[in-house]
């Protein structure tokens, strides 16, 4: 069956989001419906929410609360061991106890990667202070699902939350990881294994505006092989609506650094449209989209019914 890469849960107990987000066996038999066997859960967002509102910081979680949100989606995890796995969420600016707990946290059955934000509190992850994330990251060598946050670079100039939704983090995607590309995190870490989401935003139509920003007089650039080069390391889910979208990250980045990607629940209508997407492909892209990408990077295969970690490739 189908491993889908970004979906999202509520733990047991929290009473935020959409009802579909506290229906796990609801979106389990759904999905497997839909020949999606297992979902990688997380949540961009810890323990707050992505609805934006007024006053709310969702980066001003302590370490104690991301730990507490963190266990609480493993025990989610061990409640359906054949369907789930999970990301631990971290703020990469969040300090030295943030990614020391998300290491501890790798080791635990069902933990298979990180999964942060694009940008925080508007600061893309290319500043310095982000490279102590990057280091641990590349450490581990494990997927981190780069997600947009609740309120993306330019969100409170849009005018609600359904261009915040779908305009506002759909560029937050793109502008987010052109800077970790542009700031020379790849070429530093080369074990990094990052995902964006939502089919990378507009990366796919980027390649070349690197290469031309990188010769720009007096750009810094990352050094290293040409950005574009540097930005088909990357790998992209198929959390679009759009088969141009999609046709272009295939395109791009290579039908082997593309894995499926639903970005539900809350959605579940959302799942049934990508795996019409992907039933539009040719059939060993199908699969090796749908599946096969996925069972060896978060190495799940027959014999991780248990959810045991075994680091990615």
């Not at 933990?111 to 450490?139: H, K, Q, W």
Request: aromatic content about 4%; hydrophobic content about 40%.
């Amino acid at each position: 069956m189908d491993i889908d890469v970004h979906g999202h849960l509520s733990p047991p107990g929290d009473r935020g989001g959409p009802p579909g987000l506290r229906d796990p066996e609801a979106a389990i038999a759904r999905k497997r419906a839909l020949g999606i066997g297992t979902t990688v859960i997380g949540s961009p967002v810890g323990a707050g929410s992505m609805r934006p509102a007024p006053g709310e910081d969702n980066h001003a979680q302590t370490a104690a609360q991301v730990r507490r949100h963190n266990e609480a989606m493993l025990d989610l995890v061990a409640r359906h061991p054949d369907a789930l796995r999970t990301y631990a969420y971290l703020d990469p600016f969040g300090g030295e106890a943030m990614l020391a707990q998300a290491q501890e946290l790798l080791r635990e059955p069902g933990c298979v990667g990180l999964i942060a934000n694009t940008s925080v509190n508007g600061r893309y992850l290319d500043a310095p202070e982000a490279e102590p994330f990057f280091a641990m990251a590349a450490e581990e060598a494990v997927p981190v699902l780069l997600h947009p946050p609740a309120v993306p670079v330019g969100g409170p100039s849009l005018p609600d939350l359904g261009t915040v939704e779908h305009i506002g983090r759909f560029c937050d995607v793109t502008a987010g990881v052109a800077a970790i590309v542009y700031a020379g995190w790849l070429e530093r870490f080369p074990s990094l294994v990052l995902i964006a989401s939502g089919a990378g935003g507009g990366l796919a139509l980027l390649g070349e505006k690197l290469d031309l920003a990188a010769r720009t007089p007096g750009a810094r650039g990352p050094g290293g092989p040409p950005p574009s080069e540097q930005l088909r390391r990357i790998r992209v889910d198929t959390a679009t609506p759009s088969p141009q979208a999609l046709r272009a990250a295939v395109d791009f980045f290579g039908a082997d650094r593309v894995l499926l990607g639903t970005d539900a629940p809350p959605l579940l209508d959302e799942a049934e449209r990508v795996t019409r997407l992907l039933d539009g492909l040719p059939a060993g892209q199908r699969d090796q989209i749908g599946r096969g990408n996925a069972a060896a990077l978060f190495r799940l295969g027959p014999d991780d019914a248990a959810g045991r970690r075994r680091g990615a490739a």
